[in-house]
């Protein structure tokens, strides 16, 4: 497989710091052109693989390729060629959003003023006021307009988002749509899993270190467990979720007013067409089948952690 073609590849990389395994044996493949969701609640290893990803950390073992390069060997090469947004967005105090700009582009030896500009006026960033006054959305929007508009094929974005206002976001994601179309290629690590759910193609779920879901969102979302709504009256509802229970598929119910309920419960999918001859026989006609949210394939990692 050509690297090029395949962004980033990473193999059984491992970190560790001193006696603490940061990463254990993490194996990410981000295809060219996609937007690859990464997830993970904090201390899970995502800031940690981004780190080893530009060349900041070294792996202590397993293979690590982006774009085409080992970032542990060859830093300034692989940086060069890739748009960054850290989660905390730290600036120049002293230098207005352009200067800022301006020293971003000359580390980077390339850049599209044209694009920039575009990008200033859709987020509506005012250039000339210098950084110690902004907001913390406008310095975001610095690193927003400096990653979009380099021409690179490769763009990390970790918490982008973070201090934009929901009008800002949608602008982002519009961004995000537009760099796919154009053949670059997105890793994002985001906790606003609706925003990952419309965005990215491929997710990556981490759990301590270790990687515990990884593929196409639309397979993971076929894998996991279906969403099964059913309305009718409480009596019907009781009797059926008895049925159910004997088959040891729970369910929870939600009293909407005097006359009517709901049942709510979660089946795999070969359990499917029985749940539903079982909602057949009882006589429910309101019934509402959905494929789980990514929300309910992140937590179904996460939710004993919560409790």
């Known amino acids: 497989m050509n690297q090029r073609s395949t962004p980033i590849q990473v193999t059984g990389l491992v970190k560790t710091f001193g006696s603490f395994r940061a990463l254990d044996g993490v194996d990410l493949m981000v295809e060219k052109g996609t937007v690859h969701g990464f997830l993970g609640p904090n201390g899970a290893g995502k800031s940690t693989a981004v780190r080893v990803l530009l060349g900041l950390y070294r792996a202590t073992s397993g293979q690590v390729s982006v774009l085409g390069l080992d970032p542990g060997k060859h830093p300034a090469e692989v940086t060069r060629n890739i748009s960054y947004i850290p989660g905390d967005t730290t600036l120049?105090?002293?230098?207005?959003?352009?200067?800022?700009?301006?020293?971003?582009?000359?580390?980077?030896?390339?850049?599209?003023?044209?694009?920039?500009?575009?990008?200033?006026?859709?987020?509506?960033?005012?250039?000339?006021?210098?950084?110690?006054?902004?907001?913390?959305?406008?310095?975001?929007?610095?690193?927003?307009?400096?990653?979009?508009?380099?021409?690179?094929?490769?763009?990390?974005?970790?918490?982008?988002?973070?201090?934009?206002?929901?009008?800002?976001?949608?602008?982002?994601?519009?961004?995000?749509?537009?760099?796919?179309?154009?053949?670059?290629?997105?890793?994002?690590?985001?906790?606003?899993?609706?925003?990952?759910?419309?965005?990215?193609?491929?997710?990556?779920?981490?759990?301590?270190?270790?990687?515990?879901?990884?593929?196409?969102?639309a397979h993971l979302q076929h894998l996991a467990a279906v969403q099964v709504t059913i309305h009718d009256d409480a009596q019907t509802l009781t009797t059926l979720a008895r049925t159910l229970r004997g088959r040891g598929i729970e369910s929870s119910s939600e009293q909407h007013h005097q006359a009517s309920t709901g049942l709510h419960l979660q089946v795999h999918r070969d359990q499917l067409p029985q749940v539903l001859a079982d909602v057949a026989v009882a006589g429910c006609t309101d019934v509402t089948v959905a494929s789980a949210s990514l929300e309910d394939l992140f937590l179904r990692h996460y939710q004993t952690d919560a409790r």
């Open 92 to 217: 120049w105090p002293n230098l207005t959003g352009k200067q800022v700009l301006d020293v971003l582009a000359g580390l980077r030896g390339a850049r599209n003023k044209v694009h920039e500009q575009e990008l200033m006026e859709r987020l509506s960033l005012d250039p000339t006021k210098k950084v110690r006054s902004y907001s913390t959305g406008n310095r975001k929007k610095v690193m927003l307009v400096a990653a979009f508009s380099a021409p690179t094929d490769l763009l990390i974005l970790d918490e982008p988002t973070s201090g934009l206002d929901p009008l800002m976001e949608q602008i982002f994601q519009d961004c995000v749509e537009e760099a796919a179309q154009a053949g670059r290629t997105v890793l994002l690590s985001s906790h606003i899993l609706s925003e990952v759910e419309r965005l990215c193609t491929d997710v990556t779920i981490i759990k301590d270190g270790r990687v515990v879901e990884s593929g196409s969102l």
